[in-house]
């Protein structure tokens, strides 16, 4: 357990309506990661951040955006949800030290946008 | 464009066989290769990990072996339990970047 949380867990919106999911890390560090999962796709890096303020697009980044005011929260935003939007998004954080080359992923959040 | 690439989306065998789960990248870039687990409603947790200078990592019941001339990697599982039912994913990694594979799921019989 890396400490990650997500919120919500579930989210059901409608088109068109903007929507932020929270990612919280109580173990101070550094990087973090937002991926979303689809079938057929596998896990897609959307945004990461690599410090406070400091963040950078991922692969499938267009209609999203993302910020890390704080070292423990890193905020993905959808600013006008669309149905391609539906997903499940995970949040993750880099390991330490010997953990370093590895990822550790939060439970995820089930987004429909209907 | 994908990287990693996991050609079987699904696998079943008998509880005590062995698993063979296979995976092929692109990106000769990629110097760590990992495997992670998936169970339904939860995130990825971390399974077994390979650096490129390495052919081969065991821990348990779970080997992971590199091909880099081949560009592919394959994880092993023996012996299969009930309990292995999951996703798997394959991801390979550079200083910069992690790709994942789309994943395969293993659905180990009793």
């Known amino acids: 357990d890396a400490g990650i949380t997500q919120s919500p867990r579930h989210k059901v919106t409608e088109t068109g309506t903007p929507v932020t999911l929270r990612c919280h890390q109580t173990e101070n560090h550094r990087y973090m990661y937002w991926y979303r999962q689809d079938p057929g796709h596998g896990l897609r890096l959307i945004h990461y951040?690599?410090?406070?303020?400091?963040?950078d697009k991922g692969e499938v980044s267009d209609g999203y955006s993302v910020s890390r005011s704080k070292t423990e929260d890193f905020l993905l935003t959808l600013e006008s949800a669309t149905s391609s939007q539906t997903s499940v998004y995970f949040c993750?954080?880099?390991?330490?030290?010997?953990?370093?080359?590895?990822?550790?992923f939060g439970s995820g959040t089930q987004l429909s946008v209907l | 464009d994908q990287q990693v690439k996991q050609n079987s989306p699904s696998l079943s065998v008998q509880e005590g066989r062995i698993s063979i789960l296979n995976c092929d990248y692109t990106?000769?870039?990629?110097?760590?290769f990992l495997w992670y687990k998936k169970y339904p409603a939860e995130g990825p947790t971390f399974l077994i990990s390979?650096?490129?200078?390495?052919d081969k990592n065991e821990d348990g019941r779970f080997t992971v072996f590199l091909n880099k001339s081949a560009k592919h990697l394959s994880l092993h599982i023996v012996p299969s339990q009930p309990g292995d039912s999951a996703v798997y994913f394959c991801?390979?990694?550079?200083?910069?970047?992690?790709?994942f594979g789309a994943g395969t799921r293993l659905t180990v019989k009793p």
């Open positions: 390979i650096s490129s200078i390495k």
């Open positions: 991801a390979a990694s550079d200083p910069d970047d992690m790709r």
């Open positions: 990106n000769s870039m990629f110097d760590y």
């Open positions: 993750a954080i880099r390991g330490r030290g010997g953990d370093g080359e590895k990822l550790f």
């Open positions: 951040s690599y410090g406070v303020k400091d963040t």
